[in-house]
């Protein structure tokens, strides 16, 4: 019929509390991760998570997450599925894409013009943290929304920065929205969910019933719909190591300019950056040049 699937979907009448209920119950299931539920979804194009799940099981786990969430302190929260009109497309271009965000704030800013990510490690230099805020200053200046995860280091400088120039901030987190990860970020993540924007794609009753060690296997799959959201990703600085190269590799993959700031290539202690400026990352030296690509 010509119809997108989220068009077809649009049709359909949507219970966002058996939908959210039924999606945490199929991350409850043995083995599930973010790639085999996006190939459930991909064997099942155009069905709701509520058409995989019996509807007693997705009421019982809405009520779950539901009082859990309250015991976290958070009763006022959006969600975004895939199908719906609002879910944004853009998430489809990530490998195994999520097919449900929760999020808090003004999810607006999600479609704001010019998003970038502003990654890197979380142990930042000196002259790696007076670059972050001299880059960010710089972009919201120019009208960009910062995007960043909200970890030590660049990600709170970044978002700090962001809210101190008076621009726009978006957090994805690697934890489910009623929890802080680091714990000294508390306040910022709270102003983060009550003026701008945070969202996470962790699901809820996963993360309270597996323990730490297998949680920060959330935070690489956010980098990746991180990624998706924005328009652009710049690393400021990162290790051979880094986790912020998940982000790179994702943003190359999804068709998303990747920005490489020029000081990384003069780091004699790591060659990623030559690696993925030779499979399409662009060397910038001042932030003139991320304006070019816009």
């Known amino acids: 019929m010509g119809w997108a699937i989220s068009e ?3 049709e359909k009448p949507i219970d966002i509390r058996v939908e959210l209920g039924a999606y945490e119950f199929l991350w409850q299931q043995k083995d599930a991760t973010t790639k085999r539920l996006a190939e459930l979804f991909d064997a099942h194009p155009g069905k709701l998570p509520s058409e995989l799940v019996d509807e007693d099981d997705a009421l019982k786990a809405s009520e779950e997450v539901l009082s859990f969430f309250s015991k976290g302190g958070v009763s006022n929260f959006g ?3 895939n199908g719906s009109p609002d879910y944004p497309e853009r998430l489809r271009d990530a490998p195994y894409p999520v097919e449900l965000l929760y999020f808090l704030g003004t999810w607006e800013l999600a479609e704001a013009p010019r998003r970038v990510a502003v990654v890197g490690t979380r142990e930042v230099s000196t002259e790696g943290a007076s670059r972050t805020r001299k880059l960010v200053r710089q972009l919201v200046e120019n009208d960009f929304t910062i995007v960043s995860g909200l970890a ?3 990600d709170t400088i970044a978002h700090e920065t962001a809210i101190a120039a008076g621009g726009r901030t978006v957090a994805v987190i690697g934890t489910p929205i009623s929890e802080v990860y680091p714990k000294e970020n508390a306040y ?3 102003k983060i969910a009550h003026d701008f924007l945070l969202v996470s794609q962790v699901p809820v009753l996963r ?3 597996q323990g730490a060690h297998i949680n920060r296997f959330f935070f690489p799959e956010r ?3 991180m990624s998706a959201l ?3 990703t710049i690393i400021v600085e990162a290790s051979e190591t880094s986790g912020t190269l998940i982000q790179a590799r994702a943003a190359l ?3 998303r300019k990747l920005f490489i700031l020029e000081s990384n290539f003069h780091n004699p202690a790591i060659s990623w950056p030559a690696k993925y400026e030779a499979k399409g990352a662009i060397r910038v030296k001042s932030v003139e040049d991320i304006l070019k690509e816009f």
């Open 223 to 225: 980098n990746k719909t």
């Open 207 to 209: 993360y309270k019933a």
């Open 253 to 255: 993959e999804q068709g």
């Open 152 to 154: 030590k280091g660049v």
């Open 8 to 10: 077809f979907l649009a």
């Open 79 to 81: 969600i975004r599925i």
């Open 230 to 232: 924005s328009e652009a």
């Open 188 to 190: 910022l993540q709270h």
